[in-house]
């Protein structure tokens, strides 16, 4: 059936309304690529099969990635008009005891992560409640959700839907308010007016660059020619970043409505989301979306029998990071190799076959549909002075809480890892936080109180990037670090200019010799001096920011450089060359456990019998001092 | 090639139209070419054309396509599209050369991607990768003996919260240790001995 009027577009809410939100238990488990590597899939079956065995009238489903990766996997129980509960690192054995449970009528208190008592139709603005006063059976000391601190100061718009809908229902995503902005824009809205909006909720690229999205679609409205494109950029390269995955994999239907919202705006009747191969389960969520949007002709011709049509197609990437610039995307789907070219002429001027195109980030798209629904000023009431709005980050690295954290621009660093990542794993110091990727930069202690937006982050040397946000303690080595993302940019520079291909190999090289313990004097310098001749003779992007890593750290950690130079020390304990594991004697009781785990017999000794590292041998891998139950095994 | 007469210039280099192939030693190549079994393989590849045909900018579908079909880009069939798209081989070679997905050498049956994302590397994926080069005694890049495992590095597979990762196929582990690696491997050997 092809939608026509917006009485046809509430049938189907109504219908996944029902789905979502049935009249019986529900099981939620969180499926997404995270959930699965965790074990989802096995707590799923679990489920299933003691669902089944028990002949229990239960619907279970599964839904896109809540965010919270670390207390993976999640499982959620939604008790029909009572209250959602969800449930942590679940075990298959667990999931068959929680089952029981249900089945017998009891509460199951294990594994409990917090309650929902209500849940946010974001695009409505509305709230579903699901019951008040609270259910009596539930255990008065569950945490709610919003006073949980990963949850507290986050705030849901580009993954309103995540770990909420089944991500391969197009029901479910009408059902909480979806394609009602399509549907507003094409029938009440000219194009003219799409982009004032966009423009006056002040939202930002999010793919890292900060370029005010209203403005660069007006570029491309403006420019001459009658067939536009429109490009999801989904090439989700930077390492250590993984937001994009998460909303296709668990809300791909909030992509293709920005999407389609945009065509109308710029005037394009064909778009292309260009994701990542090594993505695959996003790539399959965003076809079945596709098909099913293209079925209730939401994408395709005559739109909501309106004259504007809209086509997208997928586009998989072949494993190159420069492909995320926009000019290399565009040669990539060309068909070409992805080797960027000098702007301008801008895409939104001559893109994609040379015509106007708009290349937008996922992020970005997936915020259109929001603001169309609830205003340019609702929108701009969150964020700061002048980035404004939310956007998502992947907090990953040393922090107790690791996942998708989406924020209002402005909030602090220290309120990020201390509050919502709940401090430093391990009791360790925290040492650096690195935004940005490979463009982005090291940032220090003494900077956590600086505000996360795109002029605050810039004016530290790193930058707000797509949305990784990697936490390192004091045993990360700065250096390594450096050496690590120009290896990354060395390997993915496409060769094309010399400052990138030959700037970024002679950095590696001498950061090879720095680590390796032969750095001379003046190393730093020729380090800096050539860092700035790479950013300054580069021709895109990639080249332009590849040195921002190695700047940062030696800014704000010269320290470590200078003794890996001059002490021919490593600080951290993490560059091979630089350290050496010994058995302290008193310590040793001689357990063997450290001569079984050597994989390499570098470990002398006996039952009882102070054991001893033949350093001709020692690979340094770590594993005796790791496995050292008594201190005994020392890294210097 | 005169080596007394070469002065290194490299003109010839930049003029060699099939300078993106790799070359490979004579054992390799023959080994190479026998992977590809002719007739059934060249209807695959005809089949995987024919569905991108008329598309614009069909290259890199395609290719994508016989890579995952047989792991690998296989001579025969780039001669095969080279010809169906009027397209040089050499422009051909460009493009796959370029991608890391694409691969111009067979590889295993089973294809393991360790995660070296920025949120692997911090925590402790080189070590991951150390245990699996010595257990299965290949370098990152290489390919077994019985043709059963390649192993490769990948730049993030998305799994960045519960790093360590790695891919095996299309299995994805999380927060890997250096003792579960064996095991893990040891279950695709198993399987493949059944």
New interface residues.
């Given amino acids: 059936m092809k939608l026509t009027s917006l009485e046809q577009l509430q049938k189907i809410k109504e219908k996944g309304l029902q789905q979502t939100y049935p009249d019986k238990i529900k099981i939620m488990v969180g499926m997404a690529?995270?959930g699965?590597?965790?074990g989802a899939d096995k707590v799923y079956k679990a489920l299933e099969d003691k669902i089944a065995a028990l002949k229990m009238d239960a619907v279970l489903e599964m839904t896109g990635c809540i965010g919270f990766?670390?207390q993976?996997p999640l499982v959620d129980v939604v008790y029909p008009k009572k209250v959602r509960v969800s449930y942590a690192t679940m075990t298959p054995a667990k999931a068959e005891a929680l089952v029981e449970a249900l089945n017998a009528g009891e509460f199951f208190g294990e594994n409990v992560l917090c309650r929902i008592d209500q849940e946010e139709f974001l695009v409505e603005g509305t709230k579903k409640t699901y019951a008040n006063p609270h259910p009596p059976e539930l255990p008065g000391d569950v945490p709610k959700y919003e006073e949980l601190p990963f949850f507290k100061k986050q705030v849901k718009i580009a993954l309103r839907n995540c770990g909420y809908i089944h991500p391969e229902r197009i029901e479910e995503y009408i059902g909480r308010g979806g394609y009602t902005a399509l549907h507003q824009v094409l029938t009440g809205m000219q194009p003219e007016e799409v982009i004032a909006q966009v423009k006056d909720s002040g939202l930002r690229g999010r793919g890292g660059a900060g370029f005010p999205t209203g403005v660069k679609w007006e570029f491309c409205r403006k420019a001459a020619g009658d067939l536009k494109y429109i490009i999801c950029n989904a090439d989700?390269?930077?390492?250590?970043?993984?937001m994009d995955?998460?909303i296709l994999e668990g809300d791909p239907h909030a992509v293709i409505e920005g999407m389609a919202i945009g065509a109308y705006a710029i005037g394009a009747s064909q778009g292309y989301v260009y994701c990542r191969?090594?993505?695959?389960l996003a790539i399959h969520r965003l076809q079945i979306a596709i098909k099913q949007a293209e079925d209730l002709g939401l994408l395709g011709d005559k739109i909501f029998g309106t004259p504007f049509s809209f086509k997208l197609k997928i586009?998989?990437?072949?494993?190159?990071?420069v492909c995320g610039e926009e000019t290399s995307l565009i040669a990539?789907?060309?068909?070409?190799?992805?080797e960027p070219r000098p702007r301008p002429p801008f895409p939104a001027q001559s893109g994609l076959?040379g015509r106007p195109t708009i290349i937008n980030n996922v992020k970005t798209w997936s915020h259109i549909a929001p603001i169309m629904a609830r205003g340019a000023e609702w929108y701009a009431g969150f964020g700061s002075e002048t980035s404004k709005g939310t956007t998502v980050f992947?907090?990953?690295?040393?922090v107790n809480n690791?996942?998708?954290v989406e924020i209002p621009l402005g909030i602090t660093l220290r309120e990020m890892i201390f509050e919502i990542g709940g401090g430093i794993a391990g009791g360790r110091a925290f040492k650096a936080v690195?935004t940005g990727?490979p463009s982005g930069g090291c940032i220090p202690e003494e900077f956590l109180d600086t505000p996360v937006d795109y002029e605050s982050l810039g004016a530290l040397g790193s930058i707000m990037g797509s949305g990784?946000m990697?936490v390192?303690d004091e045993r990360?080595c700065m250096v390594d670090?450096a050496k690590?993302?120009i290896d990354?940019t060395k390997?993915?520079s496409?060769g094309k200019c010399t400052p990138c291909r030959e700037g970024t190999l002679r950095l590696m090289e001498m950061l090879e010799e720095v680590t390796a313990g032969r750095g001379q004097e003046g190393d730093i310098e020729k380090l800096e001096k050539l860092s700035r001749v790479i950013k300054k003779m580069s021709l895109c992007g990639l080249g332009q920011t590849a040195p921002n890593p190695v700047l940062s750290t030696i800014k704000y950690f010269r320290d470590e450089y200078e003794a890996h130079i001059w002490a021919k020390k490593c600080p951290a304990h993490v560059c091979k060359e630089l350290i050496t594991y010994r058995v302290v004697p008193d310590n040793c009781i001689g357990c063997q456990l450290c001569r079984l785990k050597c994989?390499v017999e570098a470990i002398t000794g006996a039952k009882k019998v102070v054991h001893e590292i033949l350093q001709e041998k020692c690979?340094k891998?770590?594993?005796c001092y790791e496995k050292c139950k008594f201190d005994a095994i020392v890294v210097e | 090639m005169d080596k007394d007469k070469c002065t290194g210039c490299g003109v010839c280099a930049e003029a060699c139209p099939i300078r993106y192939e790799v070359q490979l030693p004579p054992e390799e190549e023959a080994k190479a070419r026998s992977a590809y079994a002719q007739a059934t393989d060249e209807a695959v590849v005809a089949e995987i054309i024919d569905l991108y045909r008329d598309e614009?900018?069909?290259?890199?579908?395609i290719?994508?396509d016989i890579n995952s079909h047989f792991r690998w880009l296989p001579r025969p069939a780039l001669d095969h599209l080279s010809q169906e798209l009027q397209t040089p081989l050499s422009e051909i070679l460009?493009?796959a050369s370029?991608?890391?997905?694409?691969s111009l050498v067979p590889r295993g049956e089973h294809i393991i991607n360790v995660c070296?994302?920025?949120?692997?590397?911090?925590?402790g994926s080189p070590?991951i990768l150390?245990?699996l080069e010595?257990k299965l005694g290949v370098k990152h890049g290489q390919t077994t003996e019985d043709m059963l495992f390649t192993l490769e590095v990948?730049?993030?597979?998305?799994?960045?919260?519960?790093?360590p990762?790695m891919r095996v196929g299309?299995d994805?582990?999380?927060?890997l240790t250096?003792g579960q690696v064996g095991k893990i491997i040891d279950s695709y050997t198993k399987t493949a001995n059944l």
Avoid: H
């Fill in positions: 690529t995270c699965i590597s965790a990766c670390q993976e989700e390269g930077d390492p250590g970043a993984f995955r998460g191969a090594e993505y695959p586009r998989k990437g072949a494993g190159a990071f990539s789907i060309e068909g070409k190799v992805g076959w992947a907090l990953v690295g040393k690791t996942g998708l690195q990727g990784g990697i390192m990360d670090v690590y993302f990354f390997d993915e496409c994989p690979i891998c770590g594993t | 614009p900018g069909n290259l890199l579908p290719l994508l460009r493009v370029f991608y890391n997905a694409f070296l994302g920025t949120g692997c590397f911090v925590k070590r150390a245990e010595r990948v730049r993030c597979i998305g799994c960045c919260a519960l790093a990762a299309d994805t582990f999380g927060r250096p």
